[in-house]
């Protein structure tokens, strides 16, 4: 069972839910692991202090080399290359790859009909898996800086810490773009976490298209609840979305998020939220 929390924009309190529910789940169910899927900028640990590490796994990715001497300047790499990642310039005998551009495809090495072009390998990133003081399992993927390869990297973390059984909480990168498709890909059921603002009702709209044309299933999370207005409201009922929950907005609960103490004195009412929202993932929970 995969289910992925995702959201419009940043700052929504994406990962503050994601890490919640790894923490209560984890204590209702067996096998639950949180993999932090936002490679940019993993910070689901930052709220497990002492997290032990078990596996870190370098990751690599195929890119092409041109050998100059074998180049006879064809052009047809370039032609084939949908990223705009080759320049060759005849008259300089000059070949080079971007491999900021570069996105792996190996389109260039079926292009070649002179072997000028062979493989070689770039450092994409680390795949870590970590054991919390508490017993939690949480996985994160961490892309090499300066690289642009956020959705090899994700799919390499899922295909190597998705658990066959159990849960799996998928935390997706912020926004609606490949990164974030490349994550609930293959998730049964998806949350988004929204906030009652006008930037927030604007960018859920954009999440809920994006999860419509997707066909997955899903439903909603009001962080903050209390602030703002009530327009996300009237939308998620005009358009028969489901509202998992409102988690209140308090400014010692927010204190303690931005120390990495969430899970110290719990208030009541987060604690009641949380486990009113699990209540309703049940039917999706099931075959977990």
Known sequence: MQIAIASGKG???KTTVSVNLLHFLTKKY??????DCDV???????????AILKTDTPVFTEVPEIDGEKCTFCKKCVEWCEFNAISIVKK???TEVNYDLCHSCGACFEACEFNAIKSVQRPLGNLSEYT????ESVAEGRLEIGSAMQ???????????IQETGI??????PGTSCPVVETVATADYVILVTEPTPFGLHDLKLTVELLDDLKKPFGVIVNKA??????????LKKNNISLLGEIPFSKNYAKRYSTGKLFESIPIEVETTYNSIIDQLKPVLQSA
């Open 132 to 135: 919390t003081p508490q017993g």
């Open 168 to 173: 799996t909480l998928l935390d997706a990168p």
């Open 40 to 50: 940019e900028e993993p910070n689901s640990l930052l709220f497990f202090p002492g």
């Open 151 to 161: 959705t090899a990297l994700i799919k390499q973390l899922k295909k190597q810490q």
């Open 92 to 94: 300089l005998h000059f």
């Open 30 to 35: 067996n096998k639950v692991k949180l993999i």
């Open 11 to 13: 700052g929504t309190g």
């Open 226 to 235: 209390g602030l703002g207005n009530n327009k996300v409201f009237s939308y």
